[in-house]
């Protein structure tokens, strides 16, 4: 029923927009949909398995994903930002990491000016190691820290991602220091935890399911409120004794300023292939936690996390 009237819901909204706003996706023309993260990673999935099912209510319009890595994901921001608010540019942003980069330094975008599409994922972060690591809990880490103070290496997609809060956090919540190595993006990160060039890895939990699956990687904890079903051997932060929350709550925005008959469009075609059943389907195939969420409300959540972090860049700036 609710899938019947996002479909309605579609339908009136192509055959009452303009004839301008109908013609906005030539066939010869894609839209353009930026992502802040390299192939492979989290953002990158999420980008190019939702817009297969987003086309289908958008007649005539095709998409094509540029990666934009560098920077934490910055030069992906600012192509939304300052691109044409024509229709044919689209980008993928999450919650915290698009929100911290205009804290922590100067950028050509406001969070606050993107034009919210709606969420599709919240992926819980979760810290890894080797399956051969002599680390097998939250407190096996701590405990290395105190006894190495600031040795312990722990990869994350960089300064002030999600990854690097989660680190931040459980500093605060323990005691401890690590040594931070950013890389761009979490492939990266796998690849230089398998080759024993860091001792812990960050990143979010569908990221490494398929090699917790198949005993390559362990995950000592995830920073959820409750385990997520597709890893629910895996304890959370909290259940260890640790007050420790942390993921990445993932969507799709556009440039500021879009017209209304083109957002609401695109709005539509988000919600309707969040009901999709093959959507829902294939994002469990995935392994990707789903969490729907209307442009109003995932705007909410982002201007809420971007207070709090403002907040809490004000006690203590998060710099490396």
Known sequence: MQRRHLLCAASAFAF??????????????PIQVLVPGPPGGGMDMLARNILRHMQRQLPGASFV?????????????????QAAP????????????????????????????????????????????????????????????KTRPGQVTIGTAGVGSDDH?????????????????????????????????????????????????????RALAQGGPERWAATAAVPTFREQGFAVLGGSTRGLVAPPNLPAELRDRLRVAVAAANADPEWI?????????????????QEALFLEEDAKLRARWARRPWRD
């Open 86 to 145: 024509d229709g044919f540019t689209i980008g993928a942003a999450q919650a915290p990491n698009s929100i911290t980069l205009p804290i922590e330094r100067q950028v050509r975008y406001r969070v606050q000016d993107f034009t919210f599409l709606g969420n599709v994922i919240e992926d819980p972060c979760g810290l890894w190691v080797r399956a051969d690591s002599p680390l097998r809990s939250v407190a096996d880490l701590v405990a290395a820290a």
């Open 165 to 217: 809060l989660l680190q931040l956090s459980l500093q605060e919540a323990t005691g401890t220091e690590y040594s931070h190595v950013p890389f761009n993006g979490t492939p990266p990160i796998i690849t230089n935890l398998l080759s024993r060039s860091i001792e812990v890895g960050s990143f979010n939990m569908s990221e490494g399911l398929g090699l917790l699956q198949d005993g390559t990687i």
């Open 16 to 29: 009452a927009a303009p004839r301008s706003a109908m013609a906005a996706w030539p066939a010869d023309r």
């Open 281 to 297: 389907a294939e994002a469990a195939r995935l392994n990707l936690p789903r969490r729907p969420m209307s442009a109003a409300d």
């Open 65 to 81: 994903v540029i990666n934009r890595p560098a920077a934490g994901g910055q030069q992906a921001f600012e192509g939304i930002a």
